[in-house]
């Protein structure tokens, strides 16, 4: 069986072949960068001040108080007529450009009221003090942001800055959901015996979204070869990446490996030494010259959602051009002993918490992979080795973080 490491590497090695497209900066939030950006100007373009108040000659106020003639006064967004010559001053608002002769903007709290043309400075002015220089925020011809880096606001904010009204990005993932068995009854519709609400098609579509792709949720096939093939094929034709979930264990009714032979998905794996999620399939379709990468996720509910944490979002990202893929590790203090026995690699719901001695986590409940409560009040996943059993109290150990907010930050969706 193999480890969650050689289960990566190889679900890795066929990511999906997502090009470039050119969006509006205005829907570019959230995705990533497909090409460096570079800038075509000075950001500022000129000097200017950084301050409401008066632009001088710096040598002029070394011996303060003294009074000094206005020329005139600068509003942001237009230059100055008249150069600063000794003994005269400009009225300076926060943004205006520095006009000629000036070399220092004192602050109007550092002034006696203007009265008759005349201001009184009453402190030293240094040198450049309240002046952002041209080219001071970003200059002409610097990579301001790297080909894989995701676009938060401030990130637009600053292509924004450089004049582009469009940028390129990777273009997002269209992921195929589909769930398998006849026990499945979409929420809204009345519960037969026997039956329960799908919710995996519902987890895995936010978590899709979080990893910057498009889900594409094809509902539920019934637990018959014919079914589950017709709708796998549909799935492969229409996505770069397909979930499916439930079908892949050993049970009479598990068709799903079936179906993946008579469409010609080449599978490397069904298993992996994780728990939960150790009956976990992997293939590649082809479709048009594509590799398109097939995901069998188990049908509990937990399992299904840690293995496409650990498996299906570095794919989804990796194929995004991020070059940190993986969710983050975190150190952490158990707060209480939790159990658990050697064997596969553990990754164990725990909540969060930030406290003045340091990080600190207690379990979020039980640890059965039907149990999707205590995965829904995670902040993390409590990282045990196939040789590690649980954690003592006290115990200091590793979480994969799911949920920054424990943390004081924000959710760790795409942009996390």
């Not at 490397?268 to 996720?297: E, Q, S, T």
Request: hydrophobic share 45%.
């Amino acid at each position: 069986m193999l480890s969650i490491a050689q289960a990566l590497a190889r679900v890795l090695s066929t990511p999906p072949t997502l090009e470039a497209e050119r969006v509006p900066l205005a829907q570019a939030y959230g995705r990533v960068l497909a090409h460096d950006v570079r800038a075509a100007i000075d950001v500022p373009g000129w000097d200017n001040s950084a301050m409401d108040g008066y632009a001088v000659r710096a040598a002029d106020t070394a011996s303060p108080p003294v009074s000094l003639r206005i020329n005139e006064t600068i509003g942001a967004g237009s230059f100055g007529v008249f150069e600063v010559l000794p003994g005269t001053a400009s009225a300076i608002m926060t943004g205006a450009p520095m006009p000629r002769g000036a070399d220092a903007v004192v602050m109007v709290e550092r002034t006696d009221a203007a009265r008759e043309g005349v201001v009184r400075v009453d402190v030293t002015a240094a040198l450049g003090e309240h002046v952002r220089p041209r080219g001071g925020d970003v200059a002409e011809g610097e990579v301001v942001l790297r080909a894989g880096e995701h676009l938060k606001p401030s990130r637009v904010g600053l292509i924004a800055s450089l004049g582009h009204a469009s940028v390129a990005v990777v273009r997002r993932p269209v992921v195929a959901i589909l769930s398998t068995g006849d026990e499945i009854v979409q929420p809204g519709e009345p519960l037969g015996d026997g039956q329960i609400y799908s919710s995996n098609n519902f987890a895995l579509a936010g978590y899709v979204l979080e990893a910057g792709g498009v889900p594409l949720d094809l509902g539920n096939a019934a637990d018959t070869l014919p079914a589950i093939r017709d709708a796998l094929q549909r799935a492969i034709a229409l996505a770069d990446v397909v979930l499916t979930t439930g079908g892949v264990s050993v049970g009479v009714f598990d068709f799903v490996k079936e179906a993946y032979a008579e469409l010609g998905v080449d599978v490397d794996f069904w298993r992996v030494a994780i728990k939960p999620g150790k009956p976990l399939a992997y293939g590649v379709a082809h479709r048009d010259g594509r590799a398109v990468p097939v995901f069998g996720l188990p049908g509990n509910p937990v399992s299904c959602v840690v293995t496409f944490l650990q498996f299906v979002r570095p794919v989804l990202m990796s194929a995004q051009g991020v070059a940190a893929p993986y969710l983050p590790l975190v150190s952490a203090r158990a707060l209480e002993r939790i159990p658990e026995h050697p064997g596969r690699t553990k990754l164990l719901r725990v909540a969060l918490e930030q406290t003045p001695d340091g990080l600190v986590f207690r379990s979020a409940g039980r640890q059965s992979s039907g149990v999707l409560k205590a995965m829904a009040h995670s902040h993390g996943l409590l990282v045990r080795e196939a040789d590690q059993g649980g954690v003592e109290a006290g115990e200091l150990a590793q979480v994969q973080l799911l949920d920054a907010s424990a943390l004081g930050g924000e959710q760790l969706g795409f942009g996390g």
